[in-house]
């Protein structure tokens, strides 16, 4: 029996209040231009929250652009202190305020406390600024009808359905996959979903991997001979979220589903930061946050912020008033520029996006380039790898070969694997391990990591 249920009719009216209100919240805090919205901001976080009261002892009757600068960057050893940076008292309707866990990837997971726009921002508005790029389609939206299919891998989730206002009203599904869930439950998600019209599906991009590994190992539905009955899942579109995208995922993604891919790029510090360019131009900045880059120093400030140029990604998010986030280094490194671009958005762009990604391995006194090493790798039959590199400077290379082969051909990719990264990194020493699947951490995959970098994560099974 299927086990794909989509009623819930306890908590339809509750999230159609958190979707619409969320909406008209977020949308009120947006008006007149980005850093209006921020001061605006500012001037409650000064009154309602205990970190940023602290620095104005006696509340200014006129909030200008010096006012911010007066205020640390935030980092995010600064979210730890949630209770701190939440807002509370007049204007804060704390029945409606969320807490909401990140789960990190960096091994420090925080609670960010959410109002309704600020929900809204974090979970709803990227399917708004999605068919804003693609009316193609939004033109295949209807109300009631399901509008997009999220993979959702957090714990302890449920089938939940969710109207989308800003889609034509448009469902949401949101279906648990992999998390405690048996092989036999996910692959009855596939089933579920070569049935159905999905316009937009969305996952992380790991997740999606997993999607599609099912999809193209299921065998046709049973009972059915019609011919296309073994098609696999047809989404419309596919959007990804929650972590990088690699090329070659996006690749195979395009290739399986046969539709455009398209990655945004949020947090639940920042809710939507800002999302693909159907164009390829980069990722468009949502008018729900302000965004800069912080230039090279170690310890930048606020008059360092440039709203182009290339460094770390800095934010205030504009929608989530309950717990003010102004100013917050992302840990993320990018570039912005401004462009004019042919898709209709006019602003900021992040026109390149490295996020955390470790950019070199240091080998000896020589630095290798993990761009290199991608495209090295890419010249491999391999579904997936992950390259780590221990304090003694050994690496460790895990590896998913393409496609079920003989034990005698996984160890020739091996050989082969172990001459591409010695190769390039030199004379140091590399062990190959074959596996089923690499482990993420959160749905989150890296594929280089190092035990020079300071994020480096304790990695399971070694
Ligand atoms: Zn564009």
Same mark, same amino acid.
């Given at each position: 029996?299927?086990?794909?249920?989509?009623?819930?009719?306890?908590?339809?009216?509750?999230?159609?209040?958190?979707?619409?209100?969320?909406?008209?919240?977020?949308?009120?805090?947006?008006?007149?231009?980005?850093?209006?919205?921020?001061?605006?901001?500012?001037?409650?976080?000064?009154?309602?929250?205990?970190?940023?009261?602290?620095?104005?002892?006696?509340?200014?009757?006129?909030?200008?652009?010096?006012?911010?600068?007066?205020?640390?960057?935030?980092?995010?050893?600064?979210?730890?202190?949630?209770?701190?940076?939440?807002?509370?008292?007049?204007?804060?309707?704390?029945?409606?305020?969320?807490?909401?866990?990140?789960?990190?990837?960096?091994?420090?997971?925080?609670?960010?406390?959410?109002?309704?726009?600020?929900?809204?921002?974090?979970?709803?508005?990227? *399917?708004?600024?999605?068919?804003?790029?693609?009316?193609?389609?939004?033109?295949?939206?209807?109300?009631?009808?399901?509008?997009?299919?999220?993979?959702?891998?957090?714990?302890?989730?449920?089938?939940?359905?969710?109207?989308?206002?800003?889609?034509?009203?448009?469902?949401?599904?949101?279906?648990?996959?992999?998390?405690?869930?048996?092989?036999?439950?996910?692959?009855?998600?596939?089933?579920?979903?070569?049935?159905?019209?999905?316009?937009?599906?969305?996952?992380?991009?790991?997740?999606?991997?997993?999607?599609?590994?099912?999809?193209?190992?299921?065998?046709?539905?049973?009972?059915?001979?019609?011919?296309?009955?073994?098609?696999?899942?047809?989404?419309?579109?596919?959007?990804?979220?929650?972590?990088?995208?690699?090329?070659?995922?996006?690749?195979?993604?395009?290739?399986?589903?046969?539709?455009?891919?398209?990655?945004? *790029?949020?947090?639940?510090?920042?809710?939507?930061?800002?999302?693909?360019?159907?164009?390829?131009?980069?990722?468009?900045?949502?008018?729900?946050?302000?965004?800069?880059?912080?230039?090279?120093?170690?310890?930048?400030?606020?008059?360092?912020?440039?709203?182009?140029?290339?460094?770390?990604?800095?934010?205030?998010?504009?929608?989530?008033?309950?717990?003010?986030?102004?100013?917050?280094?992302?840990?993320?490194?990018?570039?912005?520029?401004?462009?004019?671009?042919?898709?209709?958005?006019?602003?900021?762009?992040?026109?390149?996006?490295?996020?955390?990604?470790?950019?070199?391995?240091?080998?000896?006194?020589?630095?290798?380039?993990?761009?290199?090493?991608?495209?090295?790798?890419?010249?491999?039959?391999?579904?997936?790898?992950?390259?780590?590199? *221990?304090?003694?400077?050994?690496?460790?290379?895990?590896?998913?070969?393409?496609?079920?082969?003989?034990?005698?051909?996984?160890?020739?990719?091996?050989?082969?694997?172990?001459?591409?990264?010695?190769?390039?990194?030199?004379?140091?020493?590399?062990?190959?391990?074959?596996?089923?699947?690499?482990?993420?951490?959160?749905?989150?995959?890296?594929?280089?990591?190092?035990?020079?970098?300071?994020?480096?994560?304790?990695?399971?099974?070694?």
């Amino acid at each position: 029996m299927n086990t794909v249920q989509l009623e819930d009719p306890e908590f339809a009216e509750e999230d159609l209040r958190i979707a619409v209100h969320g909406a008209t919240q977020m949308q009120q805090r947006l008006r007149g231009d980005a850093s209006h919205a921020e001061l605006e901001l500012l001037r409650f976080a000064a009154m309602r929250s205990a970190f940023y009261s602290a620095y104005f002892p006696s509340v200014s009757r006129v909030w200008t652009p010096r006012h911010l600068e007066r205020l640390p960057l935030l980092d995010r050893s600064a979210l730890a202190d949630a209770e701190k940076l939440r807002a509370s008292g007049p204007g804060m309707d704390d029945a409606w305020v969320l807490g909401i866990r990140s789960s990190s990837s960096t091994g420090r997971p925080v609670t960010v406390y959410s109002d309704l726009g600020g929900f809204y921002s974090g979970g709803y508005a990227v *399917y708004d600024a999605f068919m804003e790029l693609r009316p193609d389609i939004r033109a295949l939206l209807a109300a009631g009808k399901t509008g997009a299919v999220f993979l959702n891998d957090r714990p302890g989730g449920a089938h939940r359905s969710y109207m989308l206002p800003g889609c034509r009203g448009s469902i949401l599904r949101s279906i648990p996959f992999r998390h405690e869930r048996s092989r036999e439950q996910d692959r009855d998600v596939v089933r579920w979903m070569r049935g159905q019209k999905i316009p937009l599906l969305v996952g992380k991009p790991w997740y999606l991997m997993r999607l599609m590994a099912i999809d193209q190992t299921l065998g046709p539905l049973p009972g059915s001979y019609r011919e296309g009955a073994c098609r696999g899942i047809r989404p419309a579109a596919i959007l990804c979220v929650g972590s990088e995208l690699f090329l070659d995922y996006r690749e195979r993604l395009e290739a399986w589903f046969r539709c455009t891919v398209t990655s945004a *790029y949020m947090s639940v510090e920042g809710g939507l930061i800002a999302i693909e360019c159907p164009e390829k131009n980069g990722f468009h900045v949502s008018p729900t946050v302000r965004a800069w880059v912080a230039p090279g120093s170690e310890a930048p400030t606020s008059q360092d912020l440039e709203e182009e140029g290339e460094g770390e990604l800095v934010i205030s998010n504009l929608a989530n008033w309950a717990m003010p986030i102004l100013r917050y280094r992302t840990g993320d490194w990018g570039e912005i520029r401004n462009i004019d671009c042919p898709c209709g958005f006019s602003g900021q762009s992040v026109v390149r996006l490295t996020g955390r990604a470790l950019r070199y391995f240091r080998v000896g006194d020589r630095l290798v380039s993990t761009e290199s090493l991608a495209r090295a790798m890419r010249t491999l039959p391999l579904l997936d790898y992950q390259v780590v590199q *221990y304090e003694d400077e050994s690496f460790d290379a895990r590896f998913v070969p393409d496609g079920p082969v003989s034990d005698g051909l996984v160890s020739g990719i091996g050989e082969q694997l172990g001459s591409v990264l010695r190769s390039q990194l030199g004379a140091a020493r590399v062990r190959c391990i074959e596996l089923d699947e690499i482990p993420s951490v959160a749905g989150k995959l890296r594929r280089f990591m190092s035990a020079q970098d300071p994020g480096f994560l304790k990695i399971q099974g070694f």
